[in-house]
C-alpha cells in the first residue's frame, strides 16, 4: 500500500483555513491541518508545490520516516511554514493509520489517561460589566475556567477583546479582512500595567476562587515589566499568564521566574522542540502552549510533551479558532492520551466551518472529548468547502500611542 494522492484544499467558511488531503491506494483517506493565519498560501504551495510529489507513492505507515524525510531532507530547518506543512502531513498519516486500525487516535497513542479533557474558554468584554457578563455565560454553559481580556481605558480596539459588545461570543477572530494590508491597533503597556490587576481583583470578589482564571500578555511586556505584571497579579491565583514576553528571547523567562510563583505558559509561535531547550530544562514555564499544527505534528508534540514531562511541565495546547478542526481533533487525542496534560484552549468554531468540517468531538460540562470514531474523527466535506473562496485575512499590526510598530 503507498500514498496515491496528496490534495490541498484552501477554505474561507468565515476564515481561511488550508487542509492537506492524503489517499491512499486502497482509499483510505486522512486529513492534516496547516492553517498558517495570515501566511496561509505559502504553506498551501509548500505542500502542493513541493510536498506533494515526494509523498506519491511513499509508504503511508512509515510514520517516523515521512516526518524525518520531509524535516532532514529540506536541509532548511524550522520555521512555521516548513513546520505547518509536515505538521499537515503528519496529522493525514496518523489518521490514516488510526482509520486502517479501526481504532480513534487516541488508542494509538497509548490509550486513554482520563474520561475528558478540561478546557479553557475565551472571555472579554470592552468593559468590566461586559467581561462580568461573557464570564456569568461561560460558567452557564459549564466552562470551569476561563480566559480573561479587557479593554483598557484610553486604548481603542486590542488583542483579545470581541468588538461585538457584551455577552458570551464564540468567533472572536484576531485575523481580519481589511485588504491588502493588516489593519492596526495601539498599545500602551503602562495603562495595561496599571488597570488590569484590578480587573482579577474585581472578578474573584464576584466569581469566587474555584474558577481557574487565565491571561494572554501576548508578546507585549518587558522581562521587568512581565515581571512586576506576574507579582501583582499573584493574589488572584492565576491558572497561567500567557506570553508574558515575546517568545525568541527564551531568558526573559528566568527574569519573571525570580519574582513570581505565578504560572507561566509559553510557546504558541515556536514551532520546534529546540525553542523550549532553556525553557523546559531550566523549569522557566509551566505549560507548553504549542500547536500541533504548528509544530510538526502528533509526532513531534509527543516527544515534546514527553520532553515537557520529565521536569514536571504540563500541556496546554494552543487551540484557537485559526486552528481547523482537524487540528483540534489531533490536539484533543494527544490530551486524553499524554500524562502531563494540563488544559486545553477551546475556541469553539462559527457554523460555516462546522458544516466544512464534520466534528465527532463532544462538549460536557466544561470537558471535551475526541470521541471513538476510528482515526481523527473529523471529515472535511470537499463540495461545502468549494462555496468558501479564500480571502486575504491578516492579523493586526500593532503600534504605541508614539507611532512605535510594538509586538501585536
Ligand atoms: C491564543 C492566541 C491566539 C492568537 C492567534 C493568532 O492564545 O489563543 O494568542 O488568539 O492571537 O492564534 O493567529
Ligand atoms: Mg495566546
Request: hydrophobic letters at 45%; zero cysteines.
Given at each position: 500500500m503507498s500514498i496515491a494522492s496528496v490534495d490541498v484544499i484552501v477554505t474561507s467558511p468565515g476564515r481561511n483555513f488550508v487542509?492537506?488531503?492524503?489517499?491512499?491506494?486502497?482509499?483510505?483517506?486522512?486529513?492534516?491541518?496547516?492553517?498558517?493565519?495570515?501566511?496561509?498560501?505559502?504553506?498551501?504551495s509548500y505542500l502542493s508545490d513541493h510536498l506533494a510529489s515526494m509523498l506519491i507513492g511513499r509508504d503511508e505507515d512509515r510514520i517516523e520516516d515521512t516526518w524525518q524525510y520531509l524535516y532532514r531532507g529540506a536541509y532548511w530547518r524550522r520555521g512555521p511554514v516548513t513546520m505547518a506543512a509536515?505538521?499537515?502531513?503528519?496529522?493525514?498519516?496518523?489518521?490514516?493509520?488510526?482509520?486502517?486500525?479501526?481504532?480513534?487516535?487516541?488508542?494509538?497513542?497509548?490509550?486513554?489517561?482520563?474520561?475528558?479533557?478540561?478546557?479553557?474558554?475565551?472571555?472579554?468584554?470592552?468593559?468590566?460589566e461586559a467581561l462580568s457578563n461573557a464570564i456569568t455565560g461561560y460558567r452557564e454553559l459549564g466552562f470551569t475556567a476561563v480566559r480573561v481580556q479587557t479593554g483598557v481605558p484610553g486604548l481603542g480596539q486590542i488583542y483579545g477583546v470581541s468588538a461585538a459588545g457584551p455577552g458570551v461570543r464564540y468567533d472572536y477572530e484576531p485575523a481580519k479582512r481589511s485588504g491588502d494590508r493588516p489593519a492596526e491597533e495601539t498599545w500602551d503597556t503602562r495603562q495595561y500595567l496599571n488597570h488590569m490587576p484590578g480587573v482579577f481583583?474585581?472578578?474573584?470578589?464576584?466569581?469566587?476562587?474555584?474558577?481557574?482564571?487565565?491571561?494572554?500578555?501576548?508578546?507585549?511586556?518587558?522581562?521587568?515589566?512581565?515581571?512586576?505584571?506576574?507579582?501583582?497579579?499573584e493574589p488572584y491565583d492565576l491558572f497561567w499568564l500567557e506570553d508574558a514576553t515575546p517568545g525568541e528571547d527564551q531568558t526573559a523567562l528566568r527574569l519573571i521566574r525570580q519574582h513570581s510563583t505565578t504560572p507561566l505558559a509559553i510557546g504558541e509561535v515556536f514551532n520546534t522542540v529546540y525553542d523550549y531547550q532553556t525553557l523546559i530544562?531550566?523549569?522557566?514555564?509551566?505549560?507548553?502552549?504549542?500547536?500541533?499544527?504548528?509544530?510538526?505534528?502528533?509526532?513531534?508534540?509527543?516527544?515534546?510533551?514527553?520532553?515537557?514531562?520529565?521536569?514536571?511541565?504540563?500541556?496546554?495546547?494552543?487551540?484557537?479558532?485559526?486552528?481547523?478542526?482537524?487540528?483540534?481533533?489531533?490536539?484533543?487525542?494527544?490530551?486524553?492520551?499524554?500524562h502531563n496534560f494540563g488544559i486545553q484552549e477551546y475556541m469553539p468554531h462559527n457554523e460555516q466551518t462546522l458544516e466544512v468540517f464534520q466534528t465527532s468531538f463532544t462538549f460536557d460540562k466544561g470537558f471535551l472529548h475526541p470521541g471513538d470514531q476510528p482515526g481523527l474523527g473529523v471529515e472535511l466535506d470537499e463540495e461545502a468547502a468549494g462555496a468558501f473562496e479564500y480571502t486575504k485575512a491578516y492579523l493586526p499590526v500593532n503600534r504605541l500611542l508614539d507611532g512605535t510598530v510594538h509586538d501585536w
Open positions: 487542509t492537506l488531503k492524503i489517499t491512499t491506494s486502497d482509499g483510505v483517506v486522512g486529513w492534516g491541518d496547516a492553517t498558517l493565519n495570515g501566511r496561509e498560501l505559502s504553506v498551501a509536515i505538521a499537515a502531513v503528519d496529522m493525514a498519516l496518523w489518521d490514516i493509520k488510526a482509520k486502517k486500525a479501526g481504532m480513534p487516535l487516541y488508542q494509538l497513542l497509548g490509550g486513554a489517561s482520563r474520561d475528558g479533557v478540561r478546557v479553557y474558554a475565551h472571555a472579554s468584554g470592552t468593559d468590566f481583583a474585581k472578578i474573584r470578589e464576584e466569581f469566587g476562587t474555584d474558577l481557574r482564571l487565565l491571561h494572554d500578555g501576548h508578546h507585549r511586556m518587558s522581562p521587568i515589566e512581565a515581571a512586576r505584571f506576574a507579582k501583582d497579579v530544562t531550566e523549569r522557566l514555564i509551566d505549560y507548553v502552549r504549542s500547536a500541533v499544527t504548528h509544530t510538526g505534528g502528533i509526532t513531534a508534540m509527543k516527544k515534546l510533551l514527553d520532553f515537557a514531562a520529565i521536569y514536571g511541565i504540563r500541556s496546554g495546547i494552543h487551540g484557537p479558532t485559526d486552528i481547523s478542526p482537524v487540528g483540534m481533533a489531533a490536539a484533543l487525542h494527544l490530551d486524553l492520551a499524554i
